[in-house]
Structures are given as C-alpha cells and as structure tokens.
C-alpha cells in the first residue's frame, strides 16, 4: 500500500516544491489549500496526488478535512505544515490585532487541531507517523529576531511549541522542523523591493534560496526519519 503525505500550504512555493518531490519520492501528496483551489488542483494533477479544502482559520473545515483523511484508504505517512500568510512588515506594537490573531491561527491554534485529528484518527492506531514544521530564520534561534515581522516571529515560536508539546506526549511520532532564510516564494512581495536587493546582496552567491532547495531539505530529513 502506498502512503500519503499532507501538505499544508500546498499550493504555495514551498509547498508545491515539497508536493513534486515526494511524488517522486513514492508519496501521494494531499494538497490543502484555504482560497486557492485552482493552484492545488494543478498541483494535485502535476503529482498524482489529491487537492483537499481546508482553510486553518475555519475548525469546521479542519475537522472536515480530518474526516476526509481518516476515511482514505491510504495510510497517511505524515503531515508537512507550510502554510503561513505573509506578515505585514512593521514595527511590533504597531501591528493590527487582527494581523496577529491571523498569524498565530494559522501557525498554532489551525495545526493544533489539525494535529489533534490526524494524530487520533490516522496515526496512532499504527504508532508511526512523522510531522514536518516549517520554521524560520526570521525567528533568531542562533541569532537575534528579525525586526519588523513580529507577528510571524511570534507565531512561528508558537508553532515550535506547539510541536515540542507534541513530540512530548506522543514520542513514537517523528518531528522535524526546517528553518529557512529568505526564500524565492510569492511572501516575498510583503517586503520592499530595494530591502530585498540589499539582503541578496548579503548571501552567498547574491541569491536567496529557492523552494526547491527547501523542498529537498525536507526530504532528506523525511528520509532519515521514516
């Protein structure tokens, strides 16, 4: 029997990467998506895989999701969570709260329960499964914080603990977390162009990296872990 692997945010840069090469890799990718139903759905065409509705803002269609995978007769290998809105980009206490509610739903509270389903219905029957976290440099885990995104700093913190807390009651699962830097995706567009020319500037070889080499990133670690 083959086995899936769910993909939050899969219709994004990252998610769409990581999609393609886990098909290659032997994998059905599900490829959630919250608005951009066509993006997935090519997606889904590209890797033979599946385009599946889940907003992580909405509990009733994570549950519904949940249903949809419980109910699949492929077993679900793992869950890769991508999916983030871009951050506004500005000084901490001038964020909106509804900015910083928006972040930490998508990053936390969504994957808390969507964690909370699949981990229940899918994974603990057979005591196996692993959990993908992307991350981000933008948090300063070997450094100082990223300024002026401190919603996404927050909420990407939460995300840590969210899986931290996970991998504590259910240490049979495999959690990985991935921390990219700047990275050639559309979230790119909340900065101003002239900040990024200065940032490529910095990096070696004056690029920033792409989806594909985060992707791939993953992968091997999915390799080590399965």
Known sequence: MSE??????GSGGIGSALARQLAKAGYRPIVTFATNRPGAESVARETGGVALPMNLTEPTAIDGAVETLAADTE???G???AASPPPPVLP???IEDEEMARLWTVNVDGPRRLLGGVVRRCMRERKRGWIVGVLSQAMGLEGSAAKHMG???IAKFGLLGLLKAVEAE???LRVITVSPGYTETDMLKCFDPRFLDQMRARQRGGRFTTA???AADIMVRISEAS
């Open 79 to 81: 869950v890769v969570l």
């Open 4 to 9: 899936s692997v769910l993909v939050s945010g």
């Open 151 to 153: 919603s996404y700093v």
């Open 170 to 172: 259910h240490p049979w």
């Open 212 to 214: 594909e080499e985060v």
């Open 75 to 77: 077993a679900l290998a």
């Open 92 to 94: 901490l206490f001038k």
